[in-house]
């Protein structure tokens, strides 16, 4: 771990996970002056501080450096929506290594724009998760399926098998580095939607995951069961309280109003006490 990392994402029992990506939205000033206004509403809650909840934001690259000093002192994590797989001749890309230096603390791996725009497959986000494990840091993996099924109980656990099968895929077997990892649930079909997908549809796909995951803990000698498993897909407030069995979410356009991303604190600190 590169000197001046601070490490992997904290894990405790019953914590919830509220996070946001920018994705390519906003500029470089805006994406400073919305972290700003992102720690002010931070900086209100002085609950943040026991730890229960967990904030974390995730800017495009070239915002890393500054946001590491705006966010200093603060409990919100620092995340990459991205990375290469190793150091070296791999022109355009940016290393794990890289990452932990400027003080990153989880990396998004995964996602469904990258896997159908970029063609980065199973073997690819594999790469990544290991090496981001190797550096340091969490890997925020995310995972879904790409249709909707239909609302029922067997929808679901077929959408989970299919969730199970791509965490299996990233970790390349290797249970006890699934313990390492932070899940993003995000059905490829509620991104940029309207609304999210149902509390009932998005509630039986992870509690269906959980039966599976828990099923190789034999195997990794590790639990797997209370892995962190946090819902996206148009998530936005008033949708974290209808879950259950989810460890928080991760946002989108909708926390790009700071006062947003500060709704959901307050329902996820509710959820935490």
Not at 4 to 30: C, E, F, H, I, W
Not at 35 to 64: K, M, N
Not at 98 to 126: K, M, P, Y
Not at 165 to 180: C, L, N
Request: charged share 20%; glycine share 10%.
């Amino acid at each position: 771990m590169p000197e001046g990392s601070p490490g992997r994402v904290p894990a405790l029992t019953n914590t919830v996970y509220v996070g946001v990506s920018t994705k390519m939205y906003l500029g470089y000033r805006d994406s400073l002056d919305w972290l700003e206004r992102l720690r002010h509403e931070v900086d209100t809650r002085p609950a943040l501080a026991a730890g229960r909840v967990v904030p974390f934001v995730i800017p495009s690259f070239p915002v890393l450096p500054a946001a590491a000093q705006l966010l200093s002192g603060s409990p919100v994590l620092l995340g990459a929506q991205n990375c290469g797989w190793a150091d070296g001749a791999w022109t355009g890309e940016v290393s794990p290594s890289l990452l932990a230096e400027l003080g990153v603390s989880l990396v998004e791996i995964g996602h469904a724009e990258r896997r159908r725009h970029f063609g980065e497959d199973s073997t690819v986000i594999a790469r990544k998760v290991l090496a981001a494990d190797a550096a340091g840091m969490t890997p925020l993996l995310c995972v879904g399926e790409e249709t909707c099924g239909d609302m029922t109980e067997a929808g679901a656990a077929a959408a989970a098998g299919f969730v199970h099968q791509q965490i299996k895929d990233a970790v390349g077997g290797d249970w006890k580095a699934a313990s390492r990892l932070i899940i993003a649930y995000e059905p490829v079909w509620a991104i940029g939607a309207a609304e999210p997908a149902s509390a009932d549809y998005v509630s039986a796909v992870v509690r269906s995951l959980r039966v599976l995951l828990g099923a190789n803990e034999a195997e990794a000698g590790v639990t797997l069961q209370s892995l962190p498993v946090i819902y996206g897909g148009s998530a936005k407030p008033g949708l974290l309280p209808t879950l259950a069995g989810v460890s928080g979410l991760f946002l989108g356009r909708f926390a790009h109003d700071a006062a947003n991303f500060g709704k959901v604190l307050d329902e996820a600190l509710l959820l935490s006490t």
